[in-house]
């Protein structure tokens, strides 16, 4: 019987429970998973040399006859070597391997032998553990491991290389040419056919083919992950018709004149994007992108009136009370004149805006507990989440069943890297602001060391006396016992002594929700000239006073992280300043310190960390419940990964067709 994709490997011949246990652990269960095993890295075994012509370190494939072999056993029999030696008119070649006797019963006088290795010494001529092949009859063009460029796959204990390479070898053979092709790609798209992947990925003919491989069985996942993806979306709008919210402008035009200031031309683009979905009687489903202060809030503050225009609800959820208590009391603001009604849901408190309700449609601000509590609304036109990548897909999905397929606007201040958004947020169409509105400060960005601190401080000090207010972040609540972390809970007797005469306020995620609201809100009356806190003020803090941002521990902190903080200043006229403190600074954090101070756009701040991180914790199993890519690199394969999420698109429901 034929071997198949699907067949164990214990199919192989030489494998049995004990071998399958050791491939399994590699993940190779299948003799597919054989196929798609991919080489960490080639040796091109191509270059001969006559022995006579070998240098010493110099790797070099040989040819030679045996013209003498044995096995010397040490005095104290614990130790072992086996010598063969070659001979090819230039010279004699001596290969050694340490305890290994029983290649004695392999070789013999007279055979013709390929090797591959170093020259390790010259006299005689040397090489330890080289890699052979042994010539026979027709054998010159079916060579494994020697004379061709050949594979090097990572291992588990247990399992040698020469092994592993020899049982791909006969899948390869055996089964390559006989994997479907899912769709005419060759002559579509350039690629090189799967079967042909199949082949080069492991034993290329020539330099250049096994490259090839990968880009197209990195097409093939970056397919599969695409039609995932999609599928959600054409699931959705098979049998969910949206709800047609194109808004009337009644509400919009008097709020724009109350801001007392225009649009953007990123924010107008936004809103007709945001308004041509809602009017196509299909559920929105949009990523909105944007640096920290480009106005997000306000689209999204427009994008609910349309809504309620329309006679539907608006739900918006965030990460945190301070944030989702911030919303609050703007949107309040806003909508208030306007007689549109404004409520909070959050853990600690469920508030209802009594002073602007209005008989009609209105607005919910909350955080996770609009998903935990009893809300919901047959009426619900649009779910707003805020800083999306702090809640999980399922989160999302579950506040939107809480209505009828309403509309989903999905934000985030975290810039996203385009293939990342692909990736996580490939179900979503993408809207991006790409302008800060005029009149907001520059903001400067230092790195300074901790014996900086008295002359940090003194500089405070002189922005206080100007009448600005401070940030100061901590990475801990409570400091470690070596005290090389600075924690909010001791820091804050330090800084109010430090910074004398002016008031110090403390914040942090372990507090009641009634004094965070109580301490931010003095901080933004003035009446505290700094605001001490770990990174709950990361998101939801706006106060355009305050211009100066002091890091401690900046090392600690993620690039994303620090951009977010810094964020929080420069949101008024004033020149702003931040500070990053490294208390124990190695090579990769002082890299990661020169990005953020030499650079103000969060989306290059992003491409940087990808770059640094590799993609591996931002996307796979953890993010998108799939095994992570084998082939596919989001770091370089950007082009593919559009592509293919294109072909997708075009292909609709009738799919690509099976990739294995």
């Not at 010279?91 to 392999?106: K, T, V, Y």
């Not at 919910?364 to 935990?372: D, P």
Request: hydrophobic share 40%; aromatic share 6%; with cysteine.
């Amino acid at each position: 019987m034929p071997w198949r994709w699907e067949d164990p490997v214990t199919r192989l011949p030489g494998v049995g429970p004990e071998r399958a246990a050791l491939l399994g652990r590699m993940g190779l269960r299948i003799l597919g998973d054989l196929l798609l095993h991919r080489p960490r890295r080639y040796e091109d075994r191509r270059q001969k040399r006559a022995i006579g012509e070998l240098r010493v370190q110099e790797a070099a494939v040989v040819r030679g006859r045996v013209v003498a072999k044995g096995v010397k056993q040490f005095r104290r029999r614990s130790r072992s070597v086996f010598e063969l030696i070659l001979e090819d008119g230039s010279g004699r070649l001596h290969a050694r391997w340490w305890n290994q006797p029983f290649l004695d019963d392999q070789f013999e006088v007279g055979m013709d032998v390929v090797v591959y290795g170093k020259v390790v010494e010259l006299k005689p001529r040397t090489m330890d553990h080289p890699e052979t092949e042994i010539l026979e009859d027709g054998m010159d063009e079916v060579r494994i491991h020697v004379d061709r460029i050949v594979p090097v796959y990572p291992l588990t204990e247990g399992i040698g290389q020469r092994w592993l390479r020899s049982k791909i070898w006969g899948v390869v053979d055996a089964l390559a040419a006989s994997v479907a092709e899912p769709r005419d790609w060759v002559s579509v798209e350039g690629f090189c056919t799967r079967a042909e992947a199949m082949r080069w990925l492991h034993f290329p003919d020539e330099a250049g083919q096994e490259e090839r491989a990968r880009r197209r069985l990195a097409f093939d996942e970056f397919v599969e992950l695409q039609n995932e993806i999609q599928s959600r979306r054409r699931r959705l709008y098979a049998h969910a018709p949206g709800w047609v919210c194109r808004g009337d402008n009644r509400l919009i035009r008097p709020l724009l004149k109350r801001l007392g200031f225009p649009l953007t031309e990123a924010q107008t683009r936004v809103l007709r994007e945001i308004r041509g979905d809602m009017a196509s009687g299909r559920p929105m489903r949009r990523l909105l992108q944007g640096d920290v202060g480009c106005g997000k809030t306000v689209v999204a503050a427009m994008t609910a009136l349309m809504v309620i225009e329309s006679g539907h609800e608006v739900a918006l959820m965030a990460p945190t009370e301070v944030l989702a208590h911030q919303h609050w009391l703007r949107l309040k603001e806003w909508f208030g004149p306007l007689g549109v009604r404004v409520d909070l849901v959050t853990g600690a408190a469920k508030r209802r805006d009594e002073a602007g309700a209005g008989a009609g449609p209105g607005l919910v601000v909350g955080t996770h507990a609009l998903i935990a509590s009893g809300f919901a609304s047959e009426n619900l036109g649009l779910v707003i989440i805020d800083e999306q990548h702090k809640f999980g897909v399922e989160q999302r999905e579950a506040l939107v069943r809480k209505g009828h397929y309403p509309h989903l606007l999905v934000m985030t201040a975290t810039p996203i890297p385009r293939t990342m958004a692909l990736t996580l947020y490939g179900d979503l169409d993408l809207s991006v602001i790409d302008q800060s509105p005029a009149g907001r400060g520059r903001v400067r960005t230092f790195i300074r060391g901790s014996e900086a601190m008295p002359k940090v401080w003194e500089f405070v000090r002189q922005r206080l006396g100007a009448g600005r207010q401070a940030y100061v972040v901590c990475a801990r609540v409570d400091g470690d016992e070596a005290g090389e972390v600075r924690a909010v809970t001791r820091e804050w007797a330090v800084l109010r002594e430090a910074l004398r005469p002016h008031e110090v306020g403390l914040l942090h995620g372990r507090m009641p929700a009634e004094a965070k609201e109580q301490v931010v809100s003095a901080f933004r009356a003035g009446t505290l000239g700094v605001l001490l806190a770990t990174l709950v003020i990361e998101v939801g803090v706006d106060v355009p006073n305050a211009t100066v941002m002091v890091i401690e521990n900046a090392e600690r902190f993620g690039l994303a992280q620090l951009h977010q903080l810094r964020g929080r200043i420069g949101r008024g006229g004033h020149e702003g300043y931040c500070i990053l403190v490294t208390r124990k600074s190695t090579e990769e954090s002082a890299r990661r310190m020169r990005v953020v101070a030499e650079c103000s756009d969060g989306f290059e701040i992003a491409e940087a960390d990808l770059l640094m991180r590799g993609a591996g914790d931002l996307v796979g199993a953890a993010q998108s419940g799939r095994p992570p890519l084998r082939f596919g690199d989001l770091l370089q394969d950007r082009g593919l990964l559009e592509l293919a999420r294109d072909r997708v698109r075009e292909w609709g429901s009738e799919g690509p067709g099976s990739v294995k």
